[in-house]
Every structure is written in structure tokens, then in C-alpha cells.
């Protein structure tokens, strides 16, 4: 059973046309992250909330941003997207902060492609 | 149904053993398997393999991929105590998706 989903799985946006993905979990985690990932790169940490703190990575661009409405959902939202913003988009959670002692459940990701 | 089985699920040695963590997968369209290390908050890439048969070595960190039996092995030399993490495997289903394993859990004693 999937525990973290993610919609849609592909998103076709315009370029500048704001464009909204998101994320469930059914794990009742405390954490969610949202990265991008491009090519074989790592993932890029965007931001994550925990609970309902949320924490941005210093070089998160602006035209990113996050809701967390509730433990199950978070939903990332690109306001004016660029053509270097096309990309796979993966949600993770984890029950504390992850790190060396907790780890992260992935979902599939969204590929997203700008037009 | 897509997925990525990785075993042990944690593993204690102590500095200077030699590990071995594997990674084996079920995926519709594979194009490459990548590992990662996970310490902090966001994985650090360590290798991406697509060619059977081919090891790629960083350091005292190797890894090679086969493809007709649907695995990979990362492996570890002289293990230090820095080497302590999260290793993630993930399957890049052509572009489709990622497929993440629940990862391997090294714990490296001093």
C-alpha cells in the first residue's frame, strides 16, 4: 500500500503559469520534505515542515513555497515557473527529523515540464 | 508493483570491517539504480549505475550493478566511524518515477 503519494505524477505547465503539486501520507509522520531533483543530482532539499513548523533552505528560490494544512498533506506550489524549474519533484516524510536516525519515505515524485 | 527490497535493514560493525549492503528491485522500466548516503536532513549522491558488470569506485566506496539479476551491491573498505548513515537505494524507472528502498542503517563503532 503506497504510504506517500504524490499528484500528479506528470504536470505539464506553461512557462509562468503558477502550477500546485501534492503530497499525502498515511504514515501520520511529523515531518515532510519536498526536493527537486534533476537528472542523476542528488535530491535538492526545498524545504520541509515539521509539523506544522515550516523551514525553508537558504537558497530556496522565492518562487517556491509550501502548505501543510494538515499532518497529511503538504503541497508545494511554483508561482512563475521557469524552464530550469522543470524537474522531478519528490515528496518524503519521516517521523522525527531525519538524519542518521530516521530515515525518509519517498514518493514517486511529479515530473513536472515548463512549455 | 514497483519496488526496491534493500537488506540488512541496519548493520553494526566496528572501524576497519569491510561491508557489504545490497539492493535488489522489481521495476517496469529501469534506466539506472542510484545510491545515496543519508546523514543529515537531504541524501548526498554517491554513485549512479546503469551498465551491468561495471564498478564504480569513489574512494574506499565501490559499487557494481547486474542487471539480469535485478541487484546491486555498495560496498564499504576500512570502515570509519563518518561512514555511520543512512544508505538509500533508488531505481530510476525511466523517468517515470523513483523507486526508493527503505535503506540500510550503518552503524560504524569506534
Known sequence: ?115 | EDKVVQSPLSLVVHEGDTVTLNCSYEVTNFRSLLWYKQEKKAPTFLFMLTSSGIEKKSGRLSSILDKKELFSILNITATQTGDSAIYLCAVDNYGQNFVFGPGTRLSVLP
Open chain 1, 1 to 115: 500500500d503506497a504510504m506517500v503519494i504524490q499528484n500528479p505524477r506528470y504536470q505539464v505547465t506553461q512557462f509562468g503559469k503558477p502550477v500546485t503539486l501534492s503530497c499525502s501520507q498515511t504514515l501520520n509522520h511529523n515531518v515532510m520534505y519536498w526536493y527537486q531533483q534533476k537528472s542523476s543530482q542528488a535530491p535538492k532539499l526545498l524545504f520541509h515542515y515539521y509539523d506544522k513548523d515550516f523551514n525553508n533552505e537558504a537558497d530556496t528560490p522565492d518562487n517556491f513555497q509550501s502548505r501543510r494544512p494538515n499532518t497529511s498533506f503538504c503541497f508545494l506550489d511554483i508561482r512563475s515557473p521557469g524552464l530550469g524549474d522543470a524537474a522531478m519533484y519528490l515528496c518524503a516524510t519521516s517521523r522525527d527529523l531525519a538524519g542518521y536516525t530516521d530515515t525518509q519515505y519517498f514518493g514517486p515524485g511529479t515530473r513536472l515540464t515548463v512549455l
